[in-house]
């Protein structure tokens, strides 16, 4: 008679694991600086601070960073949140294409957040936001001015995770 035995491990989402995936985007847009010359460092550590908390929070739906010309965008890095739990790839950040035509002083980005953050109160969101670097304002959504979304990559750690979309023209 053999005996079989089961385990269950469960990870806490921890500030580290927020850091994690949070500084492989900072590395997307760093590479967007690099060839693009935008956005500044500056501005690229207030987003990421903002990422961290948005993901230790639980609070992200997506985010699109990028350049746009007469409200669409040229060049842009999509990021949707996984649901918690979903298991995938951690892959290394980069593979942003150089060259492409866009407006030096055109960089933006549009955020959406979740149900859970609906079900925040005015207060708490006035004090997630008091925390970081950074504040947002209303935008209408923006189409591309030409090709489509494609997902590739996966940034991940402690159970959640970003799948990052690029504009393919």
Known sequence: MSNSYTTTTSET?????????AAKVATDLMRFTRFYQNPSVQDINN???????????GYLDKVIYGFHRNG??????QYHALPDGTLVGDDDPGKI???????GES?????WRNVRWDNLSEAEKQAFYARIPISRTSANSMPLESGYWSSGLNYSAGGRGLT????VK
């Open 13 to 21: 989402f921890t500030i580290t694991h927020a850091k994690h995936i």
């Open 47 to 57: 987003y990421e601070a903002e990422l961290v908390a948005l993901l230790k929070g």
């Open 72 to 77: 669409k965008w040229v060049e842009a890095l």
């Open 97 to 103: 294409r150089p060259g492409t035509d866009v407006p």
């Open 107 to 111: 960089f933006t980005s549009h955020l």
């Open 164 to 167: 990052r979309s690029v504009i």
